[in-house]
């Protein structure tokens, strides 16, 4: 399986992504630049953090609309597993590719710190291999990662099973109903504040990061392996 | 050639923490009397003279990029200007 990592201007999270799949994965990674043509040689996409375009206008207003995204709503609607994470979630709520927005951290403070995350959803393509309830720690890192979407918005989210991460029981930004991470109806594009590709290695703090990882390829090779 | 003015802000059902603080901070400077702040953003567009009539392009940036309709809401104000 190979991996796409999407380098904007301003990213900054691109090389522990690339590192999280190539080293601790062992799957194939490439950086893609912004302007990349086509995606059609990548199976899955991943979005790092930063601050693509300095966060000019809104975390993401910008980036939404370089020349890569137009492939990357293409490879969301031919299924393949799409990965937003922090800013790449903000890019993917501005691309519309999923639903909601972001605003500032309700203590208006940048929050750099490992917390506690609950796995609400474990059949989805990126949460397979966490059992459900499973309480992870993961880093975060943001200024505005306070979730909000409308009240029909968040029955839909509900109905579908579409939270796939809260923060356990201290809320550390404001966001609604404790949202770390959504996906999308379709259950391919995941957008979340917490960083996975930060806790890849028991040497670095943790390693619950990787589980998110290994989830994309084992769906990946459930769906493409053929078995004699 | 027109001058835009363009006014973002967050909803009114969208709490807006910037404002709160300096709403806080108004009220220990014994300004009592402020129930609201809301913080938003400013823009100055200069737009050139074409066929499509302006408000109608105008309209278009504020919801395609310029403002995020999910939490902002925008307004806009249009003055046409002589050319320097």
């Known amino acids: ?24 994965l062992g799957a194939e990674a490439e950086y893609v ?16 953090g930063g601050f693509s375009y300095g966060d000019y206008l809104r975390s993401g207003a910008v980036a939404r609309f370089s020349n890569v995204m137009k492939e990357v709503i293409k490879a969301a609607e031919a299924g393949k597993p799409i990965l937003g994470v922090c800013n790449g979630f903000q890019i993917l709520l501005e691309a519309g590719l999923l639903p909601g927005a972001m605003r500032r951290n309700d203590s208006l403070k940048f ?50 099973n579409q939270i796939v991460f809260t923060y356990n029981e201290t809320n550390p930004n404001g966001s609604l109903e404790n949202i770390a991470g959504i996906v999308n109806e379709k259950g391919n594009v995941l957008g979340m504040m917490p960083h996975p590709e930060r806790a890849v290695d028991e040497l ?6 990787l589980k998110l990882f290994q989830s994309i390829v084992k769906q990946w ?8 | 050639m027109y001058k835009v003015k363009v006014f973002v802000t967050l909803r009114e059902s969208v709490l807006d923490p910037q404002g709160t603080v300096v709403k806080n901070s108004l009220h220990s400077m014994n300004y009592s009397e402020v129930s609201d702040v809301r913080i938003g953003k400013y823009m100055e567009l200069t737009v050139e003279k074409s066929d499509r009539p302006v408000e109608e392009a105008v309209k278009e940036m504020c919801e395609r990029l310029l403002a995020n309709v999910v939490i902002e809401d925008y307004r806009f104000e249009i003055e046409e200007a002589v050319a320097q």
Request: net charge negative.
């Open chain 1, 1 to 24: 399986m190979k991996f796409a990592v999407i380098v904007f201007p301003g990213s900054n999270c691109d090389i522990d992504m690339y590192h999280a799949v190539k080293d601790e």
């Open chain 1, 204 to 209: 670095l703090g943790g390693a619950d990061g």
């Open chain 1, 221 to 228: 090779r459930e769906a493409h392996v053929v078995k004699l």
């Open chain 1, 33 to 48: 630049w912004h302007d990349a043509e086509s995606l059609d040689e990548y199976d899955g996409i991943l979005l790092p």
């Open chain 1, 111 to 160: 929050i750099c710190r490992t917390v506690e995350l609950k796995v609400e959803n474990n059949e989805t393509m990126f949460s397979s291999v966490y059992g459900k309830g499973e309480v992870i720690h993961i880093p975060i890192a943001h200024g505005e990662g306070n979730y909000y979407c409308d009240e029909a918005t968040l029955e839909t989210l509900k109905a579908n």
